[in-house]
């Protein structure tokens, strides 16, 4: 069994969709939620699915061992990135080379990097006219948005299109691939 690690930001919905997937998998199970908002929604959301969750602080995660001593405690397997907003440290990096991915609700190597999350992207995307949008997996770096892209799926962009619709196209997009990816590198 491998063990899976999420580090979510946010409201964690897509950490939730991933802890639901592997709930009764043979293959892999979600060991633990990190994060470093302790007002972010995907607390109460892994809490409600029996999953530990860790908090931790910037000098926590730049300037200590702290995290990856907690993952091995974990024996982690993979580190997802679902909706975490700050740059993986080197030291990180290096510990899971080529095993820390991240999902981007774009198609990178458009629209990526730093401060490039959420609906700035919609709003982005939609601004500039682009045909199509998607969401992108890719391996972590120390780049944001940088590293080897895994999977890209991509959809029209309606003429009518707005962010908060583009939004939502693209979170089903996430909540149907994320999960079956992971699955596919575990």
């Given at each position: 069994m491998?063990?899976?690690?999420?580090?979510?930001?946010?409201?964690?919905?897509?950490?939730?969709?991933?802890?639901?997937?592997?709930?009764?998998?043979?293959?892999a199970?979600?060991?633990?939620v990190?994060?470093?908002?302790?007002?972010a929604?995907?607390?109460?959301?892994a809490?409600?699915?029996?999953?530990?969750?860790?908090i931790f602080?910037?000098?926590?995660?730049?300037?200590?061992?702290k995290?990856?001593?907690?993952?091995?405690?974990y024996?982690?397997d993979l580190?997802?990135?679902?909706?975490?907003?700050w740059l993986?440290?080197?030291?990180?990096?290096?510990k899971?080379?080529?095993?820390?991915?991240?999902?981007?609700?774009?198609?990178?190597?458009?629209?990526?990097?730093?401060?490039m999350y959420?609906?700035?992207?919609h709003?982005?995307?939609?601004?500039?006219n682009?045909?199509?949008?998607?969401?992108?997996?890719?391996?972590?770096?120390?780049?944001?948005?940088?590293?080897q892209?895994?999977f890209?799926?991509?959809?029209?962009?309606?003429?009518?299109?707005t962010?908060d619709?583009?939004?939502?196209?693209?979170?089903?997009?996430?909540?149907?691939?994320?999960?079956?990816?992971i699955?596919s590198?575990?």
């Open positions: 491998k063990n899976i690690a999420i580090f979510a930001s946010g409201s964690g919905t897509n950490a939730e969709n991933i802890i639901n997937y592997f709930e009764d998998s043979s293959i199970n979600v060991s633990v990190l994060t470093n908002n302790t007002r929604g995907v607390i109460e959301r809490h409600s699915l029996f999953t530990d969750v860790h602080n910037r000098d926590d995660f730049y300037n200590s061992e995290i990856i001593n907690l993952l091995a405690q024996n982690i580190v997802v990135l679902a909706g975490f907003l993986v440290p080197q030291n990180l990096i290096d899971f080379e080529n095993r820390i991915i991240n999902i981007h609700p774009a198609l990178l190597p458009k629209y990526g990097g730093k401060g959420g609906m700035k992207v709003e982005t995307v939609i601004a500039a682009e045909p199509k949008s998607g969401i992108t997996i890719h391996k972590v770096n120390s780049v944001y948005d940088d590293g892209i895994i890209q799926e991509s959809f029209n962009i309606d003429e009518n299109e962010p619709s583009l939004a939502t196209k693209i979170h089903k997009l996430e909540y149907k691939h994320f999960p079956e990816v699955e590198l575990l």
